[in-house]
Structure formats: structure tokens, C-alpha cells
């Protein structure tokens, strides 16, 4: 089998919730089917750090599509010629997009439709080519894969997708978010924290996020408990931040409040491993990977209460109201003023996280995509 995926957001050292899964994945599935012929299309170029196997073959296709225009060239464009000239069986799309006007059959993966949700939120461009064509991919993909029982559902019930269309296989951990030792926490709060316990905040710093009000209720978990924890947010800065910078500027805690910026992966596993608690309160979540991983690290989880953030915590977590500051502040100071309420969560952490594996999420991908090449035979 001949297989060609979309590996756009195979990006060096950026990998994020979408490059994670493409890398994870298509690792996997090359690794384990070496009779089969791997092709990954890149929108710029490529790095060998993601040649996964002898069976894998990698390609640049201009221009790099990061703005409507240009997801328009490369989609409609590029890869519908590509996939011909290949001779591709398949085509696998793991990032929200497919290209219509290909013919090769074609698993998508949609990981979530926020941009219908919170429209606000998204640059008026974008806004409108999401609004036209995100529809239109979901009809002409033969498959369709969430990465939550959440997200099949508001796909069915805001896109009218057919329920039998899709089919659901979650993330996975990344092998770097294991327990630590207590003095690997000791060495990283040291460094990051003045040796203080620390909340941590792990993805975008962007509205969605629910950032701002992250902030805010910080600040009245600070006021209410004097107690020395910080807040630490790990994340790249996105669009729309404004009212990030205001809650920060307005903050009466502002020194313990520190942005980390963008910190690679290895960094990334001792700052969860070594964290007092995640405080993952999004707005909107597809899936929620942090908090997977926090489960991995036995690390307490505080999360939004709200669309899939439960289906991935379980009762292993803390839920909150993510629109209350009052609730979120309140989830803090509970974790702090009962030590075992935090064993607890950790235990059944231990048995939430046996329900998620990239092994599994790669099986049901290559079903899928066997099941597609031999219904085009």
C-alpha cells in the first residue's frame, strides 16, 4: 500500500497538539509495516529527523500553506497533482484538512471545530475559508477519525456528519512524561520557581485558552491563601492577546506569575513532572492532550468542566467551572489545603490513563486506511 500524508505540521523543534499526533502516528505505522510505502508531503523543507523507517519517503511542495490563499494553492492545487503522479492508494490527513478536488480515497482527522464555536477568536479570513470549506472536507473524506467522543458529536450535531462516517481514536502520552524523583522536582522548581510549588499551564496563550481569566483567578487564590505557589504557562504567544497582557499588567501577584514561551519537550516533561498541580481550564478542547500527560507525569489535574476535557480526565481530575474565577481559584486553594484530595486524584490517574495509548491510535488509523484502499481495489 502506498500511502501519502499531509505532514504539514511536522515542524522541527515547534511540534505541537497536531505535529505530536502526525509524529506519533506515522511513526508507528511505518515502523510496523514495513511492506508499505510511506510518502510525506511537507509545505517546506524537509528535515531527516523525520525519515522514520527505510519505507518512508519525505517531499517539499510549495508554497508553504499558512494563510488562506496559500491552504488554498497547496490543498486544491498541490496535492491533488501530487497524489496522481505518486499513484497513492490513500491519502491520510490528519490536521483538519483534505484536499476536494483529489479523488484518491481519503481519511481526515478533525480534531475539533472551535472556529464555528468561537468565531471571534479566529482572524476574519481564515473565518471564512473554515466556514466554506471545513463542511465540504468532512463530505468528501470518505473517513473521518476524532480524537474524542466529544468532538463526533458536535460534528454530527452542528455539521449534520453522518454518526457512521466517523470514528473515534484519542491521543496518546509522549514517552517523556513519566513520574521524577523528588530531587529532579527539587533541581526544577530551584530553577524555575525559586523552589517554590508551582500551578502549570501548558499550550497557547490565546483566548480560547481561557488565559486571562487563568490569571485572574490566580491572583484571588494568591489573595485568599498567601500560600507560595506560582503560575508557570508554557506556550507559544498566539494571536488576539490582549487581554492576556491586561490580566497580567492588572495582576496584584504579577511576580508570581512567569510566561515560559515555547519550551522544547524535554523541558517541558520535568516542568509537568516537577508541578504542584496542571491547571488546564480551556474554553474549548478537542481533546486536551496536557492533561493526558499530566496523568502520565502523577501530576493533579484542576480542569474546565466543559466539552472534551472531562472524557479525558475522568473523575481523575478536579473539575471547575472554567467561566467562574471564583470556582477556578477555589479548585486551586482545595488542592493546597488537602494534601490527600491530590494522592487521590494521582491514584486514580494511575487507572484513568490506561484508556489512551498512541499504539491503539495508530491500529485504528492504518484499519482505516487499509479498509479504504481495498474498497477502491
Known amino acids: 500500500m502506498k500511502i501519502a500524508v499531509n505532514a504539514r505540521f511536522l515542524l522541527p523543534g515547534k511540534l505541537e497538539g497536531i505535529g505530536w499526533y502526525t509524529y506519533e502516528v506515522v511513526r508507528r505505522m511505518a515502523e510496523a509495516h514495513p511492506e508499505d510505502e510511506f510518502w510525506l508531503l511537507f509545505?517546506?523543507?524537509?528535515?531527516?529527523?523525520?525519515?522514520?523507517?527505510?519505507?518512508?519517503?519525505?517531499?517539499?511542495?510549495?508554497?508553504?500553506?499558512?494563510?488562506?490563499?496559500?491552504?488554498?494553492?497547496?490543498?486544491?492545487?498541490?496535492?491533488p497533482a501530487?497524489?496522481?503522479?505518486?499513484?497513492?492508494?490513500?491519502?491520510?490527513?490528519?490536521?483538519?484538512?483534505?484536499?476536494?478536488?483529489?479523488?484518491?480515497?481519503?481519511?481526515?482527522?478533525?480534531?475539533?471545530?472551535?472556529?464555528?464555536?468561537f468565531p471571534a477568536h479566529i482572524p476574519w479570513l481564515s473565518r471564512q475559508y473554515y466556514r466554506f470549506f471545513v463542511p465540504r472536507f468532512l463530505r468528501r473524506a470518505e473517513r473521518v477519525l476524532t480524537v474524542s467522543e466529544f468532538t463526533k458529536q458536535d460534528l454530527i450535531r452542528t455539521l449534520g456528519v453522518p454518526g457512521d462516517k466517523i470514528r473515534v481514536a484519542g491521543n496518546g502520552p509522549r514517552e517523556v512524561f513519566r513520574p521524577l524523583p523528588e530531587d529532579e522536582k527539587r533541581e526544577i522548581r530551584t530553577r524555575f520557581s525559586g523552589g517554590e510549588p508551582y500551578f502549570l499551564y501548558v499550550g497557547a496563550i490565546h483566548p480560547r485558552k481561557n488565559v486571562p481569566r487563568l490569571i485572574r483567578a490566580f491572583d484571588l487564590f494568591k489573595e485568599r491563601t498567601n500560600a507560595p505557589h506560582r503560575l508557570l504557562l508554557a506556550g507559544r504567544w498566539?494571536?488576539?492577546?490582549?487581554?492576556?497582557?491586561?490580566?497580567?499588567?492588572?495582576?496584584?501577584?504579577?511576580?508570581?506569575?512567569?510566561?515560559?514561551?515555547?519550551?522544547?519537550?524535554?523541558?517541558?516533561?520535568?516542568?509537568?513532572?516537577?508541578?504542584?498541580?496542571?491547571?488546564?481550564?480551556?474554553?474549548?478542547?478537542?481533546?486536551?492532550?496536557?492533561?493526558?500527560?499530566?496523568?502520565?507525569?502523577?501530576?493533579?489535574?484542576?480542569y474546565g468542566n466543559a466539552t472534551s476535557l472531562p472524557e479525558v480526565a475522568g473523575d481523575a481530575g478536579l473539575a471547575v467551572d472554567p467561566e467562574s474565577e471564583e470556582s477556578i481559584a477555589g479548585g486551586m486553594?482545595?488542592?493546597?489545603?488537602?494534601?490527600?484530595?491530590?494522592?487521590?486524584?494521582?491514584?486514580?490517574?494511575?487507572?484513568?490513563?490506561?484508556?489512551?495509548?498512541?499504539?491503539?491510535?495508530?491500529?485504528?488509523?492504518?484499519?482505516?486506511?487499509?479498509?479504504?484502499?481495498?474498497r477502491a481495489q
Open 238 to 302: 498566539g494571536w488576539q492577546t490582549g487581554e492576556v497582557k491586561t490580566a497580567f499588567e492588572q495582576a496584584r501577584h504579577q511576580t508570581a506569575i512567569h510566561f515560559m514561551g515555547y519550551v522544547d519537550d524535554d523541558l517541558l516533561a520535568g516542568l509537568m513532572g516537577a508541578a504542584f498541580a496542571l491547571t488546564y481550564v480551556s474554553l474549548w478542547e478537542g481533546f486536551g492532550l496536557p492533561v493526558l500527560e499530566a496523568l502520565f507525569s502523577e501530576v493533579p489535574v484542576i
Open 82 to 117: 501530487t497524489l496522481r503522479r505518486l499513484g497513492a492508494d490513500v491519502f491520510f490527513s490528519p490536521d483538519n484538512y483534505c484536499s476536494l478536488r483529489s479523488s484518491t480515497p481519503t481519511l481526515l482527522v478533525m480534531h475539533d471545530i472551535a472556529y464555528a464555536h
Open 333 to 374: 486553594a482545595a488542592l493546597v489545603l488537602d494534601e490527600g484530595m491530590a494522592k487521590q486524584l494521582v491514584e486514580k490517574g494511575r487507572l484513568q490513563r490506561q484508556k489512551f495509548s498512541w499504539d491503539h491510535t495508530a491500529r485504528v488509523v492504518y484499519e482505516e486506511l487499509k479498509s479504504l484502499a481495498r
Open 43 to 79: 509545505d517546506r523543507p524537509v528535515k531527516e529527523g523525520f525519515r522514520f523507517g527505510p519505507n518512508v519517503r519525505m517531499m517539499t511542495l510549495s508554497p508553504p500553506a499558512r494563510h488562506p490563499f496559500l491552504w488554498l494553492a497547496w490543498f486544491e492545487g498541490r496535492i
